[in-house]
């Protein structure tokens, strides 16, 4: 089945061969890490191409003093929201890639083992209200970070989540989706969601792991196996 036209799988041969040793067994922690980061830099060189715009900020001089005009980007009211725990690895990759730091929000969801539904049991969205029932302290765009998208019931809630709190636009970045998980994360707000992903595995086993896969890439990240 094709995927919808606001899933984009990147097809840069950097990032493929990447994916292709972040998924071997055999990969150290701080192997994973830097494969993360790295693949996270690639998708979000891809994802700020085709999502942010340019615009004139004003004028500054150059060290042999001549005067140029200033660009930023825009809009500039961005926020980078990883999901507890493993969007974390994927922070400091895209935060680097923008020109100026951005608040970074965090939201705590965890899948139930046994429904395998979320449950959100951390929240740091400020909310700031006037005279509007709009909220002030929205960002114009969030970007949301997951490396692994399974069943995509965690990504949905966390795109509910942001919807509700005000944003415009939702850019999702993930390292790997399964087929339902990217379908059932771009349902959550068609209009609204631009989801970036590395690859795209076929589907997900009885424990709502991708499969092939990449294991469980929060475990791996933080060496936190066995529980």
């Known amino acids: 089945m094709p995927l919808p036209a606001n899933v984009h799988v990147s097809s840069h041969p950097c990032l493929q061969a990447k994916l292709s040793q972040l998924r071997s067994k055999s990969a150290s922690t701080r192997e994973t890490r830097d494969l993360v980061h790295e693949i996270a830099t690639i ?14 900020r004003g004028t500054d001089q150059t060290p042999l003093g001549f005067e140029y005009e200033t660009q930023d980007i825009d809009p500039a009211n961005v926020a980078l929201v990883p999901i507890l725990r493993s969007g974390l690895g994927m922070t400091e990759a895209i935060n680097n ?41 929205a ?47 771009i349902q959550a707000w068609p209009e609204g969601v631009e989801l970036w992903v590395g690859a795209v595995d076929e589907q997900c086993n009885e424990r709502g792991m991708i499969v092939p896969g990449l294991g469980d ?11």
């Open 43 to 56: 998708l979000g060189v891809e994802a700020f191409a085709a999502s942010l715009k340019t615009t004139r």
């Open 217 to 227: 890439i929060g475990d791996r990240l933080f060496v936190a196996m066995g529980k």
């Open 97 to 137: 890639l923008l020109p100026s730091s951005v608040p970074i929000y965090h939201l705590g969801l965890f899948r139930e083992s046994f429904s395998l539904q979320p449950v959100e049991y951390y929240n740091n969205l400020p909310f700031h209200r006037q005279t509007s029932d709009t909220n002030t302290a």
């Open 139 to 185: 960002a114009d765009i969030a970007i949301l970070l997951d490396p692994v998208i399974a069943t995509g019931a965690t990504a949905e809630a966390a795109i509910h989540l942001l919807r509700e709190w005000g944003v415009k636009k939702v850019v999702m970045l993930g390292v790997l989706g399964s087929e339902p998980g990217v379908n059932r994360a």
